[in-house]
Nanobody, 119 residues
């Protein structure tokens, strides 16, 4: 049974930092590209960042470029999202998702972790 479990969310003031983690189990983690998405109330789920299965390639949505950093530790089956210079508009539920290069869409999703940024 595949599980993706996010953690590290919370309440932070604008300008602060948080580090999200997504621990994976039940899959060959090093074979999957990993992604972070977020969904704010009333909004569609949106892409935040992605990292290739080797960790050699990353991609970011424009609103978070220069502030967020995605990384992974294949030995720990974990992907991270370091979020700096947080803004109130970053408030959302953050989800991790896994996909292979052959996938049509995303194969697995976590349950999400709430990030709230106060002004």
């Amino acid at each position: 049974q595949v599980q993706l479990v996010e953690s590290g969310g919370g309440l932070v003031q604008a300008g602060g930092s948080l580090r999200l983690s997504c621990a994976a189990s039940g899959l060959t983690f090093s074979s999957y590209d990993m992604n972070w998405f977020r969904q704010a109330p009333g909004n569609k789920r949106e892409f935040v960042a992605a990292i290739s299965f080797t960790g050699g390639s990353t991609n970011y949505a424009e609103p978070v470029k220069g502030r967020f950093t995605i990384s992974r530790d294949n030995a720990k089956n974990t992907v991270y999202l370091q979020m700096n210079s947080l803004k109130p508009e970053d408030t959302a539920v953050y989800y991790c998702a896994a996909n292979t290069r052959e996938s049509r869409g995303y194969d697995y999703w976590g349950q999400g972790t709430q990030v709230t940024v106060s002004s």
